[in-house]
């Protein structure tokens, strides 16, 4: 569970890198890098409780 939260966060925030170049999303582009950021914290707020 814990790497499939780091694959979902990696692939966001390629997502919302490519949303910031290309600007085309909008308010898109921040709810991708909000949802990457709580995916990490996540990610690290369970390891640390394992």
Not at 8 to 30: E, F, P, R
Request: a positive charge; charged letters at 5%; hydrophobic letters at 65%.
């Amino acid at each position: 569970m814990r790497s499939l939260l780091y694959i979902i966060a990696v692939i966001l925030i390629i997502g919302w890198l490519i949303g910031v170049v290309g600007y085309s999303a909008g308010g898109l582009i921040h709810i991708l890098l909000v949802i990457a950021v709580v995916s990490f914290l996540l990610t690290f707020i369970r390891r640390g409780s394992i």
